[in-house]
């Protein structure tokens, strides 16, 4: 069954509490982070205990990803050395290029070979959040077979851009485009921004949707409250699973008739209509909604 | 393996440990532990430390651990930690 990246909840990786909680709190990802969420100081630390961490606690109902720090920082390359030979599922990439994706990759497959793991098994999640990596989004996706998904990373992005944040979001409408459409023809999942007012539901819901409505088809979430919310958002409503099923009802009568296209409510049907509800039904299925 | 400095690693928050390790100018290894479930997991949080000791290979070393109720993984990361700062 396809694995679904809906949430992917970021922990810090320097508390043992939060480690240990990681992977029951609803998440259908969880972002063990050496990045941002630990102090200068802390780095070694929290490579280390995220090291312990993965070989002893159960993380095998959660896609396991861990942020490790850019590779241009003294810390990037040493983290991507210690964690991938506990075998995350997931590697996310800070500020990643092109050039730094494929030594990644070469890196890893050696690790891989040495530890005896099959070739390709560890996966990479750039985040964009340059100016340049915006840019080249399609590219940066293209340049490692081990992409399976891209995080777009609007705090950075705007500020990369000296330009200011705001909760409605009208500032990364062109940037949420961009990393979708770059997403959707690679065939990758687009992951949103995640939403940094944690005590206001109703804004990430529409946050959430708007992502959703522009192709996205998952959201980080930087508090485990946040997940409720981001999942109600982008399953499907009841209506759209009720009106998919109807679709896929008419096709198979129209199939029994010989007619490729036909119209339901007086509306034409015809491939693209069909697919939609193909994978409407497919996610409401996983979702046990029907 | 040689430690050369006093240093730290790990907090006081729930779930952890903070361990620091000094060189010990009377040789050998000396721990001293407290921990908030001292009775019910003393010796082995005990075992845990002086295993990691013995791992790293070092000797003349003097710990001191306050323990906030962490598990294994984390009392063995934070004493690696603590080690290799104080090389």
Partial sequence: MKKLRRTMLFMPGNNPGMLQSASILGADSVILDLEDAVSLTEKDSARILVREAIKVIDYSQVELVVRVNPLDTEYGLKDI????????????????????????????????????FNNGSIKLIPIVESAYGLENVYSVINSSKRVVAVLLGAEDLTSDFGIKRTKEGEEIFYARNRVSTACRAARVDAIDTPFTDTNDYEGLAKDTLKAKSLGFTGKASINPRQIDTIHSVLAPTEHEIKHALRILQARDEANEKGLGVFSLDGKMVDAPIINRAITTVELAKILDLI | MKINKIAKAGTLESNDILIMVMPNENGGVELELESIVMKQFGKQIKKTILDKVQELDVDNIT????????????????????IERAM
Avoid: H
């Fill in chain 2, 63 to 82: 710990i001191k651990a306050q323990d906030k109720g962490a598990l294994d993984y984390t009392i063995k990361a934070r004493m690696q930690t603590a």
């Fill in chain 1, 81 to 116: 050395d210690v964690i991938s030979r506990v075998k995350p599922d997931s590697l996310m990439i800070p500020k990643a290029t092109e050039e730094q994706l494929q030594n990644i990759d070469e890196m890893l497959t050696k690790v891989e070979a040495e530890e005896g």
